[in-house]
């Protein structure tokens, strides 16, 4: 979202490399950037800061099951969470292991993940509000955790429908269950206060990672201060690097001065005008597809299916398709987005109409090709 080489970081950066990098003591950056974090999300009272965004969704499940009482996680057929155990499960199945689509199945999907892990983890399906219930109901003494990208960015930009987001705030309140956002990849990116502002539904515990700190390794979790204060009765999270002020630096950079409603006006503009564009050429030369975007987030997918979940997009999205526009695309000098049918762009502050030019003026030498082999 910041782009590479953001002259206020960089500057910031330098800076700070005068002042010191690791103290392992409290220090006056702490702050700062744990008040520019609440002052995006309301429902943060209390912030820690980790290293990346696998730390924090690691560290937020482990103050949910602190808090809950409760072992078993529920967790979204097809989203990643992180490198870690605990997430490493169900984000990209192949079809004959995915189960009933009403109570998928909970599959590893790493060497050296323990078979036990899966036992403590349930998968329920993303745009299902009856689905989750009802698994919910079957685990209700054991389930204490859900943790939920709030737009689905694992498999493009699959964004909730209706109520279902409120709906799961709903339920988890019915059930006793924790709620997590997991906005590594929304925070700050497709609102100031990432999708929990974008949508108005409030979770128990945000984690968040990349865009906050212009490109620097951190990450932060936070939330409601009773669960939060878990920390102080015997839950671990500590770490040698954890909100060193190298990197918190970036991050008050970033949150105060770099992404500001002007900025933020501007990178949805150029969202919307990318995504437009690509709908006229698909349109003009007879290419079948559409574009999923969220302001500054969008991918285009070559089907005129809707993706509302993990097994649309496995279903409809023929990977091997868009990688022949992926490789035309960089052969004429454009990365669309990074490798895989499955990511998106991201529009950066210091994107401007020149690049979404050049990027459509690629599109539409591209298209015509593609229209050929669909």
Known sequence: MVGHNHPAVTDA?????????????????????????KDRWDPIDLVRFTNSGTESTMHAIRLARAYSGREKVLKIEGSYHGAHDYVL??????AHKLGHPKQPTTVIESEGVPEAIADTVEIGPWN????????????????????????????????????????LRELCDEYNVVLIFDEVKTGVKIAPGGATEYYGVEPDLVTMAKSIGGNMPVGAFGGREDIMREIENGTAHYGTYNGNPLVLRAVTTVLNEVLT????????????????????IMADVGLAGHVEQVNSQGIVVFT?????????????????????????????????????ASQQWTISVQHEDEHIDRHLEAFKDVAPMLADRQ
């Open 89 to 94: 499960l169900s984000k990209s199945v192949p």
């Open 304 to 340: 005129d299916e809707e993706i509302n979940n993990y097994r649309d997009f496995d279903e409809h999205v023929d990977v091997e398709f868009h990688e022949n526009y992926w490789f035309a695309m960089l052969e004429r000098g454009v990365l669309p987005h990074p490798h895989h």
């Open 13 to 37: 950066l330098r800076d700070q490399l005068e002042n010191g990098t690791l103290f392992t003591h409290p220090h006056e950056l702490l702050g700062e950037a744990a008040e520019a974090i």
């Open 261 to 280: 409603d002007d900025a933020y006006d501007h990178v949805d503009a150029l969202g919307d005008r990318l995504a437009t564009g690509y709908e006229e």
């Open 128 to 167: 299902d509000l009856d689905a989750i219930e009802s698994i919910l109901e079957e685990n209700a003494t054991e389930i204490g955790t859900l943790i939920v990208e709030p737009i689905v960015m694992n498999v493009g930009v699959t964004q909730p429908h209706g109520e279902y987001l409120q709906g």
